[in-house]
């Protein structure tokens, strides 16, 4: 967004200084045109009396000749394209051998934005006079590079760039490495565009634009330290430089670093206003995007509105209005695993927002266990208060932010045939800084196995858990929990992890997670078990990989893991296994206010999917529907 601007501008510049010197006042450049351009950098080409070495003119020099050409150049100049370009290709036809002719009409046709067309031209005046080469090479670099044929464009400019004396308008060489550094980044050698742009910037060590450029291809590059300290170096040297104010603010986003971009995005807003200049929706487009990936969904939902493209109105539409309204959802997932247990689970739920930022939820749920010699069926009724702190909209990304604080309390009522357990949680998230994410749980929960259930088995729970970024696409966790059952005997669990993502769209992620974790009290011949899995100690590390993907209405998730445990029971009894898992999710949106969802997995030394052997082993598949309205 933040270079495409200046990068019109610059071609502006170019062709209006080629057309300036090629015709001067009296035609193309002497006024419309030459107005239009912004700033004349350079001239792209000699002026045609260069051309001393061209053929012979046409035979058809006549006037009624001249009187064709007078008419196509004053076509050219009142930009009336669909008259111009006939009567020029007329021309052509007329003296197709007339290499002045094909110059001057390539110019028209790059002014008329044909720059297949125009690059084609240069090439006939090559072919018709090798000589000229020094004479419109650069020219047809540029069209060349505007026909969207970067890598044909590239040894062109780098020609120019090597000798800029030998050729019209190589000047000092500067043009020429800045087009070869476009060049190569639209043909994706971003670190080759780098060397380029540091040989333009060597030339024209004020060049802001070059200097913008050069931000933005490390940030390409995922380089975004380096591409954040260049733009804030040309902000603080010219903090009227919108363009490097809309390019810190889009380097931040991108690195993660969402508030603080929000705040850069309010910030270049203000001086635009301030101006009296209309914010880019580019721009605009941006700092919503910011808001949502810094979970303010309403404050994004706000600032989408009313924006041109298609795919703010589709966000809006689809994802963010989502969040403003109520909802319902349903939802079964059925289980088994090799020890037979059986789970079958049906919920149902509604929700409403106080708030914009405030919800609560009434969600019920039935459940249905059962395995060799006995079955259980839970009842459940709950309801989710979940609501979001912090600072207001103006001090997002401040001083004074000190991050979004996310609590939320639930109580539920049980009915398990007689035993009727209240169970509940409160859970908060606290996004302090836009790299660490910190998660605390209190909870209480009944542990669903049919022995456990006749036991009246439950557990409480307390866990505090970080996750730091400490790279825009690399990260660190850890949770400490105490997990206490209802007999007394306390679990100490530790979870590990660390993941990288290798690319965005599609999301790959590669990752490694662990867990450990020790009874006080592990089921021996001293304790009886009670229907939950009971060692004394245990440690699990496993190492898998993620792919994540979005187009439109359809999601699709793939996790797979190949892991190793260990784990050592209550009689002193040594075991390994495999935790390989395997799980696949997809979403659907039937219609703007309605998502359909899908999900299976397995777990165990054979991937969930065998039915015995060595080693536990659980499979699960369900589907869920969920509406807005």
């Known amino acids: ?100 002719l094909l110059i001057e009409s390539a110019r028209v046709h790059g002014f008329a934005d044909r720059n297949a067309q125009a690059a084609e031209r240069y090439r006939k005046v090559l072919e018709i006079a090798p000589g000229r080469r020094g004479d419109v090479l650069l ?13 044909a464009a590239e040894p062109l400019f780098l020609e120019v760039a090597e000798r800029p004396s030998a050729y019209a308008g190589g000047g000092d060489g500067f043009d020429a490495w800045r087009g070869l550094a476009e060049a190569r980044r639209n043909a994706g050698r971003l670190e080759a565009a780098l060397e380029a742009l540091a040989r333009a910037q060597a030339l024209r060590p004020n060049d802001r634009d070059i200097a913008r450029q050069t931000a933005q291809t490390h940030a390409w590059l995922d380089r975004h330290d380096e591409a954040i300290a260049r733009y804030s170096a040309l902000v603080a040297s010219d903090p009227s430089d919108r363009w490097s104010r809309y390019g810190l603010a889009q380097a931040r986003n991108f690195q993660g670093l969402h508030r603080a971009a929000v705040a850069d995005y309010r910030d270049a807003v203000e001086v635009d206003r301030a101006a009296g200049r209309t914010p880019p929706p580019d721009a605009l487009f941006d700092r919503a995007r910011a808001l949502r990936w810094a979970g303010y969904d309403d404050l994004a939902h706000a600032a989408l509105d009313g924006l041109p493209q298609q795919e703010a109105r589709w966000l809006r539409g689809w994802r963010t209005g989502r969040e403003q309204r109520p909802w319902a959802s349903a939802a079964f997932e059925a289980a088994t695993d090799r020890d037979e247990l059986d789970t079958r689970a049906t919920s149902a739920s509604f929700g409403w927002r106080p708030g914009p930022a405030t919800s609560v939820e009434v969600g019920a749920r039935l459940v249905d266990l059962e395995e060799p010699g006995r079955d259980a069926r839970g009842e459940r009724l709950g309801v989710t208060f979940r609501t979001r702190l912090g600072p207001d909209a103006a001090s997002i990304g401040s001083a004074a932010d000190r991050g979004p604080l996310w609590p939320s309390i639930s109580l539920e009522a049980n009915r398990y045939g007689s035993w009727h357990p209240v169970t509940g949680a409160a859970r908060m998230r606290w996004d302090p800084k836009d790299t660490l994410r910190l998660d605390a749980e209190l909870a209480r929960e009944v542990v669903e196995t049919p022995l456990a259930i006749s036991n009246r088995v439950t557990v409480d729970v307390a866990a505090l858990g970080a996750r730091w970024r400490w790279q825009p696409r690399s990260s660190v966790s850890a949770t400490l929990a105490a997990l206490e059952f209802d007999d007394g005997n306390l679990r100490t669990r530790l979870n590990l992890g660390a993941d990288h993502t290798l690319r965005m769209n599609p999301k790959v992620v590669l990752g490694v997670e662990a867990m450990i974790f020790r009874s006080s009290d592990p089921a021996s011949e001293l304790r009886a078990a009670r229907g939950y899995w009971n060692p004394r100690d245990y440690q699990e590390a496993r190492a898998y990989f993620a792919l994540e993907h979005e187009v439109r209405a359809w999601a699709f998730g793939l996790r797979l893991g190949v892991g190793n445990a260990r784990e050592k029971d209550g009689w002193g009894k040594r075991s390994s296994g495999n935790p390989n898992l395997w799980e696949l999710s997809a979403g659907y949106d039937l219609a703007r206010s309605l998502r359909l969802r899908a999900w299976a997995g397995g777990s165990g030394g054979s991937m969930g999917v065998g039915s015995g052997g060595e080693g536990y082993w659980r499979r699960f598949a369900g589907i869920g529907i969920t509406g807005w309205f």
Do not use: K, N
Not at 23 to 35: M, N
Not at 139 to 151: C, E, K
């Open 1 to 100: 967004m933040s270079g495409s601007q200046p990068r019109r501008q610059a071609r502006d510049a170019v062709l209006a200084a080629a057309v300036a010197a090629a015709f001067g006042s009296a035609v193309i450049g002497g006024t419309a045109i030459a107005q239009t351009a912004r700033t004349a950098q350079v001239a792209q080409v000699a002026p045609v009396a260069h051309a001393a070495a061209a053929p012979a003119p046409t035979t058809l020099a006549t006037a009624e000749f001249a009187a064709q050409r007078a008419a196509a150049r004053a076509a050219a100049e009142r930009r009336d394209w669909a008259d111009a370009l006939p009567r020029w290709q007329a021309l052509e036809a007329a003296a197709p051998a007339d290499t002045d």
């Open 139 to 151: 020219s047809l670099a540029w069209q060349t590079l505007w026909a969207r044929q970067p890598a």
